[in-house]
Nanobody
């Protein structure tokens, strides 16, 4: 089993910054792509940023230049640094990881429970 736990969400004013963290634990053989998704009220879940095991990154157009994703393979963590936050960034943010797990190296796609980010005056 593999678990992801997000932290760092909260209330921030427009223009402010916030850093989200995701910690993976369990029977991890290897971790492939990790990413952050978000789901705003009344909208579908969307990709925010992702990072491969080789540290290649992709960002949604709406966050390019403002958000930065990173990972620490030694600690099995991923982070999302969010700057110049806008009200439209308000959403529940979910960590994602594609991993192989356990003795049989099963491929798993794992989601965290989500952390709420609210950008408001």
């Amino acid at each position: 089993q593999v678990q992801l736990v997000e932290s760092g969400g909260g209330l921030v004013q427009p223009g402010g910054s916030l850093k989200l963290s995701c910690a993976a634990s369990g029977s991890i053989f290897s971790m492939s792509t990790m990413g952050w998704y978000r789901q705003a009220r009344g909208k579908e879940r969307e990709l925010v940023a992702r990072i491969t095991s080789g540290n290649s990154t992709d960002y949604a157009d709406s966050v390019k230049g403002r958000f930065t994703i990173s990972r620490d393979n030694a600690k099995n963590t991923a982070s999302l640094e969010m700057n110049s936050l806008k009200p439209e960034d308000t959403a529940v943010y979910y960590c994602y990881a594609a991993v192989t797990s356990g003795f049989f190296r099963r491929f798993l796609e794992v989601w965290g429970q989500g952390t709420l980010v609210t950008v408001s005056s």
